[in-house]
């Protein structure tokens, strides 16, 4: 749609790098862990209600969600808010903007140059335990909607803003906005892309082997079986199945990566006594998958691969390792890139940065995967900062795509939404 | 030395199983973990005190001990009881009878078919924590005193007995005896040897290799270096040095055995978060090292192992693994089979059994490191049941083997020890 350019301008115009980082900062600095969001949605929905619009809170029932055959989860949460802002009219179409309030937690302290939760401006970027991952984003997204309603811009479809937990472990809070009927034209995930414009995102399922051996004394260990040894067999048979799979990827949209769906096992842990050999072993991990891949498919192909290797194996063949799928089940998903909340945001972003961003597919699991199966959104994912800088100590994201940010969502929401008798 | 065949007689003729079984069902009704053995030393002291030998008791400067430079420990221990029991005059060789009193944790109490501190009778054997590992072995050295004792029987030498604390982590309780002065012509260490007379045992020492990676996140592990597969080359280099000093093991002492001097890395941890490359891998064992072994060259040869296995990997090469020796630092340890005290065991045992006992090396490491080595004591470790059934669920001892280990070490005290008076 054809938008006035002085509205556009006054948009553009409006966007106010120092108030983001302001926000984000803010944000930072009420530390909301997976499983301990309250805070942080409460903060959320004070910062939205300032702005003038909208704000629907309510308590999450997690148990009952729980049950709910999309639901996955890591961390206990025994309570959850959800967080849903408007603004603007029913005439044109919806746009739904969706940032997760929690962060993963912030490591081994000393390995932060400044602590994780006192965010710093240091060379053009904002630092603290979810700059990045994904406060950064939801910042932005606050502060374009702060600009829509300040300006009083007459949009005939409505904008709405979602805060919501439980991204990094599984996406119940987004599954909580889907199974309250939330429903948009378009969405759009503030997760890092680096101002790529990601219509596609990797599922990512985590996983748990255990493998068994044979207690014996160490001194005595040949009357034993080591399950540090009978797992590299399954080890191997795991990478080579990550290596097929990616060798097969044929997605233009993934081309960007080498393994744009890796298997990565980065949690292992095995025996109790340094002089026994050990009995058993478990080893954790994600395993990437393809948007439209059958899930099931997927699953049943690594428990065929851990099987093989055991069948080739004189103890694991009478002593199979067990698969189990655990935690975090992160659906993968794709939007047609001809989609037109794919198109908006392609148009303002190049209007914005002038240049056309990267259409790209991300590696990581994201809401997309629960937005576009479930909900049935056209999705993109656009976000500022690299994901390279999230889950990670200094985790930091820079300034200049902030504002990008904000202006991009401002814009979009402009066109895509519309204004109310077509002004 | 010829005795009365009168007093052998009454001597092996007083020996009671029931009441060893007795003794020893008490001893594993009172848990003495390893760094908690306090009440069980408590406990063997009382029961010595109560067959009229003099018993000395004495609180161990841990502490001070622990600058000793034979000194190894594993677990914390705040206080820890000697108890030495003597019995005899000083007109004869002097025989130390050794056991300990400490015991490795049960596990889980669940594979257990009965409690671990319920001794029960079951199958011709006491069932139990520590039945076997090594309190069926001190209950019959204590009843073999009791023997002596009851009957009067007038020793030249001196029979004593220790009941020592953390020989399961490295020794302690016994450096603190041998720190105290206690000597001998001749030790019996009564670990279980399924009654072979062991002059010779294998040493054992702990330790930990350290493996760095490069953290990333999961759908980026390219960026990263898995720690788990660096290891692998270490793992392979280790497992390549045991094969390669078992192979050059000549020792007829310990032609019994495929691998004597078995390393068994029975722990391993690696990784905090399953979806990120794991940065750090730990991995601890036990190195067996043969009798007259140089332990500094030995330690050099598995650091070297693992050294050039990381010369060989490009990432492992710039951030090499560390070997750190820690916790129980057994040393191996040989008497000559034509020792005295070996010689007096094999007899003894000869006659009590109708047939001679195997002459064995044996591949765990003990106490007999620390008497032979720091002490100077000629050593034999002799005792009932076998090491396959310690340190695991449902240990036990055969209640025939208890028998026949106290009346060898009755015999074997009136013969090393002679009769006052040459009666």
Redesign the interface.
């Known amino acids: 749609m054809d938008i006035d350019p002085t509205v556009t301008r006054a948009v553009l115009d409006a966007v106010d790098e120092q108030r983001i980082v302001a926000l984000l900062s803010d944000l930072i600095a009420v530390p909301s862990l997976s499983g301990d969001e309250t805070a942080g949605q409460q903060q959320v929905s004070e910062l939205l209600a300032a702005t003038g619009v909208d704000v629907t809170r309510w308590e999450i029932d997690v148990d009952a969600l729980s049950h709910h055959d999309w639901y996955s989860a890591e961390v206990d949460r025994s309570a959850a808010l959800g967080v849903l802002a408007t603004y603007g009219a029913d005439d044109g179409p919806a746009l739904l903007l969706n940032g997760h309030v929690d962060v993963v937690p912030p490591?081994t302290p000393s390995d932060w140059t400044t602590p994780p939760f006192e965010p710093v401006v240091r060379d053009g970027r904002v630092h603290g335990r979810g700059a990045c991952d994904m406060k950064g984003g939801l910042a932005a997204a606050l502060h374009a909607l702060e600009v829509l309603v300040a300006l009083d811009v007459p949009l005939a479809g409505q904008v709405s803003l979602a805060s919501v937990v439980g991204e990094e472990d599984g996406g119940c809070g987004t599954l909580a906005l889907l199974d309250r009927g939330v429903r948009a034209d378009g969405c759009i995930i503030m997760e890092p892309t680096a101002l790529a414009v990601v219509p596609a995102v990797?599922g990512?399922l985590?996983w748990?082997i255990r493998v068994r051996g044979l207690?014996?004394?160490?001194?005595?260990?040949?009357?034993g079986v080591?399950a540090?040894?009978a797992f590299?067999g399954v080890?191997r048979a795991v990478?080579e199945l990550e290596r097929r799979r990616n060798a097969a990827v044929d997605d233009p949209l993934f081309d960007w990566?080498?393994?744009p769906f890796?298997i990565?096992?980065?949690?292992?842990?095995?025996?109790?006594?340094?002089?026994?050999?050990?009995d058993w072993?478990v080893w954790?991990?994600?395993y990437?998958v393809a948007p439209g891949e059958d899930l099931h498919a997927a699953r049943g192909m690594f428990e065929s691969a851990v099987a093989a290797a055991a069948a080739d194996d004189p103890w694991l063949s009478t002593h199979p390792p067990t698969v189990e799928w655990w935690?975090?089940q992160f659906y993968p998903g794709r939007t047609s890139p001809d989609a037109d909340i794919v198109s908006a945001v392609r148009s303002a972003a190049t209007q914005v940065t002038g240049a056309a961003p990267p259409l790209r597919g991300?590696?990581?699991?994201c809401d997309l995967g629960l937005t576009t199966n479930l909900g049935g959104i056209p999705t993109v994912v656009f976000g500022p900062g690299d994901?390279?800088d999230?889950?990670?100590p200094d985790e930091s994201v820079p300034i200049a795509d902030l504002a990008v940010v904000a202006r991009t969502i401002a814009l979009t929401g402009l066109r895509f939404c519309g204004l109310a008798g077509g002004a």
């Open positions: 490591g990797a990512a985590s748990r207690s014996a004394h160490g001194c005595l260990r040949e009357e080591s540090i040894e590299f080890h990478i990566l080498d393994r890796a990565c096992g980065g949690r292992i842990a095995g025996g109790d006594w340094p002089s026994s050999e050990a072993l954790e991990g994600r990437g935690g975090g991300m590696p990581y699991g994901v390279r999230a889950h990670r």
